[in-house]
């Protein structure tokens, strides 16, 4: 009889700051999601395609490729896997202009780093995830 191992659910953090990037994946990890990083918007990419996530955290300033960028090339992949992942965007960008251009490309929150405590991120990190 084979006995499947509850599916642990993928988390993918793009973050460049380092230091955001350690309190987030310590802190998901304590909810024993497995915590992928990339610290770059091109890493980000690829990890999204090997990895396959559930859920993508994501930086709009980003080196190499903007978070826009990221988000337009997971959106318009072929793959269901990856074009259909959850993504919670974490930016100081808050123009009007940026939150609707990301909003179109199906985010499921966005969060201004500057007004947004990291409980709150948390919180609907766990609610998407359904845990």
Excluded: C
Excluded at 31 to 41: I, W
Excluded at 89 to 115: P, T
């Amino acid at each position: 009889m084979l006995i499947m191992a509850d599916a642990i659910k993928k988390v993918l953090i793009v973050e460049d700051d380092t230091d955001l990037r350690n309190v987030l994946t310590d802190r998901l990890s304590s909810y024993n999601y497995k915590v992928l990083e990339a610290d770059d918007g091109e890493k980000g990419v690829e990890q999204a395609q090997a990895e396959k996530p559930d859920l993508i955290l994501l930086d709009l300033l980003l080196p190499k490729m903007d978070g826009f960028k990221v988000l337009e090339t997971i959106r318009y992949h072929s793959e269901p896997e990856i074009s259909n992942a959850k993504v919670i965007v974490l930016s100081n960008l808050w123009s009007n202009k940026d939150i609707l251009r990301v909003k179109a490309l199906q985010v499921d929150e966005y969060f201004v780093k500057a007004n947004t405590n990291l409980e709150d991120v948390f919180d609907k990190v766990k609610k998407v995830l359904k845990d």
